[in-house]
Each structure stands twice: as structure tokens, then as C-alpha cells.
């Protein structure tokens, strides 16, 4: 059985990760460190402030800014609802604007409908590992006054890019299902100093997270990676069946760097030494080749098949996860399963943002409900395999 996803992360980095929380040391060192270590590979004169998720440096950039009651953030019309909920809590309204389905991109006629007296931000999602061009929303933001915060959570892959430098903030994360996870944590890179270190002392009134805390968190993830691998994840797969138990929703929610509990109690942490020393040793030690492989036999797979998918028009996206469009997400599904690989509706949590926003004319919103991710191909035979899987269940051919 192929699984959908294993944690992008080696046996040596959790050891050392396991070596770091064991160490404990200075939160603050650690914590500088890793922003040096990440202004020093980027070199575009932006400054980075690390935190404990991209959720937690967002509202930490909310709380900052203190935006006046009701002031609108248009946000991209597919993206995570906890990003929604950040904005809710502040007391802003988020107004979605539409994505085309092909570029992955802000419909720019859409974006000129969402602008009101009100807006104040314009937080722009790359989507499926994509990177979209920000030209258009650049001259936008800079037109109407607008913050630009480019939230660039799925889009790191180690080739030296550390967000659009035009951007005000970009948002990265090392959350347990992103490429060179560090477990947790983010970069939130900023153009204005000024503004970095307001953000950076509203970071440091929060508590810290427990270094015991992220000790578990290794052990959490070094078990979900054992658990990946092939062989056990077959017998994982089918002890599942046996007692009834639904397999995909509960990956789905061991992988969720926050699930249950309070939101806001969970992600208004400031990190610990370890999780800022884990990543560092990511930023600087993830072989790029990594991910370029993955992204070319991603972009072997989806060109390959016999379905339509989300992106098609972008070129050099990453394929951090590889979504389809299938007219029977289920049929799919479990036809795949059938065929030995484990795919998904929910790999990534991205939903269509609730509002009245005028759709544009390609939609993504309307596709997210025919979405399925399927398991990344960890070589050719696995790309071959999967292709001919694929084929077979929209043929409905009998397994093989
Ligand atoms: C588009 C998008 N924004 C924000 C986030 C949140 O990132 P973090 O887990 O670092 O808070 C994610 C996580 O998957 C995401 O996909």
C-alpha cells in the first residue's frame, strides 16, 4: 500500500530532534539563531521572526497591527479555516476572493469587486505547493493601501525561495505534513524591521511551549513515519477494515499540527529551544534535490492521467500534495484502495471560504467539492503503478 503522505522528515533529524529537546538551552539563542540562519539563505534584505506555526504568526501579526473593528482582509477564496478563524478572532472580516481553478491565481477582477472602504489587508495564498505570481496583486495592494501577506504555508521546497521579497509578509511553515518539516514551527518574513520587531514582542508575551511537549511531538511523528512505511502501513490499512475503524480520518487527524483543544490556547505559544533548533538544522541541511524529484514525478503523474486537476495552467509548481477532479470522489477512492494506494479528500484542510464574493470565471471554490489527493509515487515503478491504477478505476476495470 502506498500512503498518501509520509512525514517529510529523516531518521537522523529526528534523532537529533530527540538530542534537542533532551538539551533544552535558551529559548531566545535558539530562536535568534534560526531567524540569522533564515535571513542568511534568503539574502533579499527582508528580516524573519520564527514562530510556533504560521497560525501563531499571523495572529501575532493581528494583534499587532490592531486593525479597527470590521475592517475586511481579502483573503483567497480556498485556503485553511483556521487562518479564517485568526482573522475572526481579531474581529475582521474575511472576504474571499475568487482563485482561478487552471493558475491557481487571484481572479483580478474579483479582487477589484472585494475591495470596500473597509479593507485593510490582502492575505494571498499559494495553493498545492504552486507558486502564483504576485505582480498583479502587488500593484493592487500597493494601489488601495492594502498590507500584502503572502501566506506561502505550502509553497517552501528548500531551492533558496523565501517568499516574494515585493510582499510586506511572507508566511512559511514547517508544520508535520510540509516539505523539510521541522515538526512545527514557521518563518514570517518581514520587509518593514519595524514591524518584525513589534510582531517579534507580542511573540514574546506568550508562553512557551513545553519543551516535553515537543519532545512528544517526535515521538508522535517518528511513529507516524514507522507506520508509513509500506509493509506496515498494508497491515495498518487492513487492521483498520477489520475493526471498523476509518483509516483516512484518523491520518487525517494524527497528522494535524493542532487538533483538538482551544485554537488559540494551542497556537499562542512562542517556541521552545528544540523546535527553533530543529529547524534551523532544516533550513540549512534539506537537499533542494529532494524536492525538485518529487515535483517532476508529480508533474509525470498528473499530466499522465485521465482526469482534469486543480493548477493545470502552472508551470514548476512544486506538487507538495497532487490533486485531481474526479466526478465520484468516493468511487475513486475506493478504487484506489482497492488497487493498493491510499488516497484522499483530506490531505491539506484547504476549504472554500463561506461569503458572497462574486465567483470569477474559474472557480475553485466550486471544485474543492470534487477534490482528491492522491499518494506521492516514490519512484517510477510506484508512478506506473499509480497511473495504471487511476486508468483502471475510471475504466471501472476490475482490479489487477
Ligand atoms: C494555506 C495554508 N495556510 C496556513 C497554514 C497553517 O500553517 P501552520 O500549520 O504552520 O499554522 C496551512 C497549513 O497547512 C496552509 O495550508
Not at 477512492?333 to 474559474?362: C, H, K, M, W
Request: proline content about 7%; some cysteine; charged content about 25%.
Amino acid at each position: 500500500m502506498l500512503p498518501r503522505q509520509r512525514p517529510d522528515i529523516g531518521w537522523r533529524d529526528l534523532v537529533h530532534a530527540a538530542a534537542y529537546a533532551l538539551r533544552g538551552g535558551d529559548r531566545e539563542r535558539a530562536q535568534a539563531a534560526a531567524e540569522a540562519g533564515a535571513d542568511a539563505l534568503a539574502a533579499d534584505g527582508r528580516r524573519s521572526l520564527v514562530s510556533l506555526s504560521v497560525r501563531s504568526g499571523f495572529d501575532r501579526l493581528l494583534a499587532t497591527l490592531q486593525l479597527p473593528p470590521g475592517s475586511e482582509v481579502l483573503v483567497s477564496a480556498v485556503t485553511i479555516r483556521d487562518m479564517i478563524a485568526v482573522i475572526e478572532q481579531h474581529g475582521l472580516r474575511a472576504v474571499p476572493v475568487d482563485v482561478d481553478a487552471d493558475s491557481l491565481s487571484l481572479d483580478e477582477r474579483a479582487l477589484a469587486a472585494a475591495l470596500t472602504p473597509r479593507s485593510r489587508m490582502l492575505l494571498v495564498a499559494h495553493l498545492f505547493g504552486s507558486r502564483m505570481p504576485l505582480q498583479a496583486a502587488l500593484a493592487f495592494a500597493r494601489r488601495n493601501g492594502l498590507l500584502l501577506v503572502e501566506d506561502g504555508a505550502q509553497a517552501y521546497t528548500g531551492d533558496g525561495w523565501f517568499g516574494e521579497p515585493g510582499c510586506d509578509v511572507s508566511l512559511l511553515s514547517f508544520g508535520p505534513i510540509k516539505t523539510a518539516t521541522a515538526l512545527g514551527g514557521a518563518v514570517l518574513r518581514f520587509a518593514d524591521p519595524d514591524l518584525r520587531e513589534r510582531v517579534r514582542a507580542a511573540q514574546a508575551c506568550l508562553p512557551p511551549q513545553a519543551t516535553r511537549a515537543f519532545a512528544q511531538r517526535v515521538g508522535k511523528y517518528a511513529l507516524l513515519k514507522a507506520l508509513t512505511a509500506r509493509a506496515v502501513y498494508s497491515v495498518f490499512c487492513r487492521a483498520c477494515r477489520v475493526f471498523g475503524v476509518d483509516h483516512d480520518a484518523l491520518i487525517n487527524r494524527s497528522v494535524r499540527g493542532f487538533a483538538g483543544g482551544d485554537l488559540f490556547q494551542r497556537i499562542r505559544q512562542r517556541p521552545c529551544a528544540a523546535q527553533s533548533r530543529l529547524l534551523l538544522r532544516r533550513l540549512r541541511a534539506y537537499p533542494p534535490a529532494r524536492a525538485s524529484a518529487r515535483a517532476q514525478r508529480g508533474e509525470r503523474l498528473l499530466s499522465a492521467l485521465p482526469l482534469a486537476r486543480p493548477g493545470r495552467a502552472v508551470a514548476g509548481s512544486g506538487h507538495w500534495v497532487l490533486p485531481v477532479l474526479s466526478e465520484d470522489p468516493p468511487r475513486l477512492l475506493a478504487g484506489l484502495l482497492e488497487r493498493g494506494f491510499d488516497a484522499t479528500r483530506g490531505a491539506s484542510s484547504l476549504y472554500p471560504v463561506p461569503g458572497d464574493a462574486a465567483p470569477g470565471v474559474g472557480d475553485l471554490r466550486r471544485a474543492m467539492a470534487a477534490v482528491v489527493y492522491l499518494p506521492a509515487p516514490e519512484g517510477e515503478a510506484d508512478l506506473r503503478r499509480l497511473v495504471a491504477a487511476v486508468r483502471a478505476t475510471v475504466a471501472d476495470a476490475p482490479p489487477v
